[in-house]
């Protein structure tokens, strides 16, 4: 039975590749109609994708096979929905963040700021905490958790060694005195152990042995034969300082790394780039709401998420600082402790700075077009006012049409300067080492780096959840009943589902499938659709339970000090604590900003379009 039972479960992933199809065949075969077997597509890639098992890429390429063979859709306007325009923006802003990496600009940065920190424990966190939630708004969370980490245990590392050698040596001085207690040497006589006696003038052989049987010979010295020295025993107050000192540096070390990740994955939900599910709430909204006069772009969303974003770091800082650290402010903040081992660590920093050396032409290039890129999307349509685009390319356009110009447009036209600008300043002339004439320095990209670190896959699980949008309107009609709870309840009880829903599954899975349910609900009962799809879209990066959950949670588990009920139980709180911010967030500024108490006349639609 056991034997029958470990066969299944190691070809789990072929029987439910196999069976589920078979299990949910009667629905579009019993019900019938184009509604059901488009509920049948959507029913079989959730399953898919909630059980991975195949590649979610691949999954999201099921729209391509089944929706024409079903007579749902046809095959070129289901391929056409894999290369929207926010998929544009979405390879433009992983261009920048290739750029930024493969120039190491982003260490640059982060090793700059904790400088200006310092190394107390809790401007420490605070520090690292802060430099991972910047740049995980510009670069990948995986990238940012994997740079920061090591980082984090070097400087920690050093904290541990420089406070044991201190305490060595004030245990040293304490025996070299005869005064220590536990010492076991009589007070005015001399510690015998410390006396290291001639080394300079004694030599120490193993007559007549190799390497492989020194092991039982006794040394020699100028040829007399020594007694092995016993081992100095550790006394029991050096090893209760050892004891207690390992342990409040294993939990700082713990606190440490859950500060990196967790701050990876809040702070990409600050940035319209900053992570794959806040692109795909733009397609959705794009998509099944044409005329919504690109009511989400970089600069609102930049308004709305980076409060939130700001709070949930502080409020995620003080609950770790809390199970951590403790709350002992004179000692966090480092009022009256050791400045030497300040200082060492601090110079573990340092030096990692100046391995990197004065900054580069290519790196000042990216920095330049990167802060370009961030002043053109905040500008474009800045909301207030009109923006650079409205004046120059939209004029034309009535703002419920869609725009010639989009943040898309300014991605994409900023990441092909990388293909353009040289990497190093150009000089007329010149000759290498080897009496050759220069070559033309090499662009700041090239496509072999950008093929090797680019995540093409995401593209194909983005554009699956745009073409199963099409078709998702009787499911959203199924959750009528809703009609009947406030709105406030409605959206915490919804942000609860999608933040426990992603902690088993892949939060762009998660958006794709659950947002165009959400948004065919929030028209069947007249609630605005941003008032439920905008918390679950960021409900779904609040991933903090498992180190399964997301890739900044498996990087930093992959470390070997963190045990999974020390994750879960720093991970439940700020699930809970994240919900409820974003949930003050959405009906506070959040509703002022997009007027959520009304229903949108972009959104008076009887139903979602559908084929």
């Not at 290369?83 to 261009?95: E, H, P, R, T, Y």
């Not at 420490?124 to 920061?148: E, P, Y």
């Not at 989009?406 to 150009?426: E, H, N, R």
Request: glycine share 8%.
């Amino acid at each position: 039975m056991v034997v029958c039972l470990t066969g299944l479960w190691r070809y789990r992933n072929y029987l439910v590749i196999f069976l589920t199809p078979l299990l949910i065949l009667p629905l579009p075969i019993i019900v019938g109609g184009p509604e059901a077997s488009c509920g049948y597509v959507i029913i079989l890639t959730a399953l898919y994708w909630c059980t991975e098992c195949m590649p979610l890429a691949v999954t999201g390429l099921l729209p391509v096979i089944l929706f024409p063979m079903m007579g749902i859709m046809e095959s070129s306007e289901v391929c056409t929905q894999y290369m929207k325009d926010s998929n544009m923006l979405f390879v433009g802003g992983l261009l920048m963040a290739t750029a930024v990496e493969h120039w190491n600009l982003h260490k640059r940065i982060a090793l700059r700021v904790l400088l200006l920190v310092g190394v107390k424990p809790a401007l420490l966190m605070m520090g690292f905490m802060g430099t991972t939630a910047f740049l995980s708004m510009w670069i990948g969370n995986t990238a940012s958790t994997a740079m920061m980490l090591p980082i984090s245990n070097a400087v920690l590392k050093q904290l541990c060694d420089t406070e044991a050698q201190a305490e060595e040596r004030e245990m040293d001085l304490i025996s070299l005195r005869g005064a220590g207690p536990g010492t076991g040497i009589p007070k005015g006589q001399d510690n015998q152990t410390f006396d290291m006696g001639d080394k300079e003038n004694s030599i120490t052989i193993y007559d007549g042995c190799t390497t492989e049987c020194t092991k039982d010979v006794k040394p020699m010295k100028n040829g007399i034969q020594l007694e092995p020295e016993p081992e100095v025993e550790e006394s029991p107050e050096a090893r209760e300082r050892r004891l207690k000192r390992e342990a409040k540096y294993l939990k700082l070390d713990k606190g440490m790394s859950l500060s990196v990740c967790y701050a990876a994955s809040i702070g990409g939900t600050a940035t319209l780039t900053g992570t794959a599910p806040n692109l795909i709430l733009k397609g959705q909204v794009d998509e099944l709401f044409p005329g919504n006069g690109d009511i989400i772009n970089f600069a609102s969303w930049f308004a709305f998420s980076f409060p939130n974003m700001v709070l949930m770091l502080i409020i995620s800082w003080l609950w770790l600082q809390f199970m951590y650290l403790g709350c002992n402010m004179k000692k966090l903040f480092g009022c009256g402790t050791n400045k030497d081992g300040d200082k060492e660590a601090y110079g573990v920093i340092k030096n990692e700075y100046k391995k990197l050396g004065s900054v580069s032409f290519a790196e000042g290039c990216i920095l330049v077009l990167f802060v370009l890129l961030v002043l053109l999307w905040f500008t474009r349509e800045p909301g207030f006012m009109p923006g650079w685009a409205a004046v120059l390319f939209n004029k034309d356009k009535p703002c419920i049409c869609p725009r010639y110009v989009t943040d898309g447009t300014v991605a994409m036209l900023m990441s092909t300067l990388f293909f353009v600008i040289p990497s190093q300043l150009p000089r007329c002339g010149g000759y290498s080492e080897d009496g050759k004439p220069l070559k033309a320095p090499p662009t700041l990209l090239n496509w072999d780096v950008v093929h090797k670190k680019m995540p093409w896959n995401i593209l194909l699980l983005v554009g699956g959840g745009f073409a199963l949008a099409r078709g998702s309107e009787w499911l959203g009609e199924s959750l009528a009943p809703l009609q009947s709870i406030p709105p406030v309840a409605i959206s915490f009880l919804l942000s609860l589902l999608i933040a426990t829903f992603t902690e088993c599954s892949s939060n762009v899975a998660t958006t794709t499938l659950f947002l165009p349910i959400l948004a065919s609900m929030a028209v069947t009962i007249k609630l605005h659709p941003l008032y439920v799809m905008l918390p679950c879209t960021i409900c779904a990066s609040l991933a903090f339970m498992l180190p399964v959950a997301t890739p900044p949670n498996a990087i930093a588990f992959s470390y070997g000090n963190l045990k999974v009920m020390d994750m879960a139980k720093a991970g439940f709180v700020l699930n809970i604590i994240g919900v409820i911010t974003i949930n003050i967030a959405l009906n506070t500024w959040g509703t002022a900003m997009f007027n959520l108490n009304t229903f949108p006349d972009w959104a008076n639609v009887t139903t979602i379009p559908t084929p």
